[in-house]
């Protein structure tokens, strides 16, 4: 057990719109989740998965429920899940997880970004041999003794677990596990009463890139206009 740092903060990027953000992203989620597997919860993880982020962020129930409605419906939007990746300034690999309604748009935007930016956008493979996909979910720690925790979890998927905060400084256990063992992890804390805060798949990375102050802010500038697009839900970078 040990500290673990979140390659994905959140409080580097100030936006305003953040909340909207968020719900827009969770609800499309949402769409692509019921279409995927239906919206009965019990037998769709992925769908569970985006119920507990949208209590994390503080999502309305009508708004959930809506978006489940909407999946459901003949001419509902479908959403495709693309991966964007590249550098940004300084060597900083990115990785650009978008979902769209028109991928054409989406390359365009996602490409001036990086030319705006200072980067460079790359093909498929380029930089995310950098990255692996994990499963990541966090906990409150409040009456939890985290040794115990740790041994009860390792056999069902638990690869890393450690203490970091989250945007507000406040503490929180990180749980990661292969992408693969994403559902027994999460079953495992459903069967030991344990809601996440959140449970998401994020790409961590494998090396990461030394930057000065000033170089992360460099990086950190591209990266708050690509979150800022409509149609990209995360950005992962290997800042050291």
């Not at 650009?96 to 093909?123: C, E, I, Q, Y």
Request: charged share 30%.
């Amino acid at each position: 057990m040990g500290r673990i740092f979140e390659v994905r903060k959140a409080t580097m990027f100030a936006r305003w719109d953040r909340m909207a953000k968020q719900f827009t992203r969770i609800g499309k989620e949402i769409v692509i989740a019921v279409k995927a597997s239906g919206p009965d919860v019990a037998t769709n993880p992925a769908l569970r998965r985006c119920f507990q982020n949208a209590k994390s962020v503080g999502m309305p129930k009508d708004r959930v429920e809506a978006a489940i409605k909407r999946a459901m419906g003949k001419d509902t939007t479908s959403y495709e899940e693309i991966m964007y990746e590249g550098y940004a300034p300084h060597g900083v690999a990115l990785l650009v997880d978008a979902a769209t309604d028109n991928h054409v748009r989406t390359v365009a935007n996602v490409k001036s970004h990086f030319n705006k930016g200072g980067g460079a956008m790359g093909n498929s493979g380029s930089v995310s041999f950098q990255f692996k996909k994990m499963g990541v979910f966090k906990l409150k720690p409040e009456g939890l003794d985290i040794e115990e925790l740790e041994l009860e979890l390792i056999d069902f998927g638990l690869d890393e677990l450690g203490e970091s905060v989250d945007d507000n400084n406040n503490p929180i256990i990180v749980l990661r596990s292969a992408f693969t063992d994403f559902g027994r992890l999460q079953k495992a804390l459903e069967d030991k009463n344990l809601t996440p805060i959140s449970a998401e798949l994020e790409w961590i990375p494998t090396t990461t890139v030394p930057v000065t102050d000033e170089q992360a802010e460099d990086v950190s500038k591209l990266i708050e206009r690509l979150e800022q697009d409509e149609d990209v839900n995360k950005v992962f970078h290997n800042m050291a």
